[in-house]
């Protein structure tokens, strides 16, 4: 069984940044679609952002795009969100999810995903 390990989570006044960090427990990587979800208090869980397992297509959901990026480092194992820009309506608990299927485009829909860290709260102050 994979376990993805999330880290980089904490308390940040809006307008600041954070970087998530998932580090899966092998070396499963290079074929995996990997994907952040949140979800808030009261909320359904919600698609963030994916990448494809070459890394060349990557998918952002409107309310992230051109203040998160992800990314992904195959050596480190590791896939990265770096958020900037941050608002107090991206406070949620924010979780790391890998796909076992390959695929040249993103997956945005959280049934299609194998594998879930844990969460790392993201708590943005105004």
């Known amino acids: 069984q994979v376990q993805l390990v999330e880290s980089g989570g904490g308390l940040v006044q809006a307008g600041g940044s954070l970087r998530l960090s998932c580090a899966p427990s092998?070396?499963?990587?290079?074929?995996?679609?990997m994907g952040w979800f949140r979800q808030a208090p009261g909320k359904e869980r919600e698609f963030v952002s994916g990448?494809?397992?070459?890394?060349?297509?990557?998918e952002y959901a409107d309310s992230v795009k051109g203040r998160f990026t992800i990314s992904r480092d195959s050596a480190k194992n590791t896939v990265y969100l770096q958020m900037n820009s941050l608002e107090p309506e991206d406070t949620a608990v924010y979780y790391c999810?890998?796909?076992?299927?390959?695929?040249?485009?993103?997956?945005?829909?959280?049934?299609?995903?194998?594998?879930w860290g844990q969460g790392t709260q993201v708590t943005v102050s105004s």
């Open positions: 999810a890998a796909a076992r299927k390959y695929a040249y485009y993103v997956f945005r829909v959280s049934r299609d995903y194998d594998y």
């Open positions: 092998e070396r499963i990587f290079s074929t995996y679609n």
């Open positions: 990448i494809t397992g070459s890394g060349r297509s990557t």
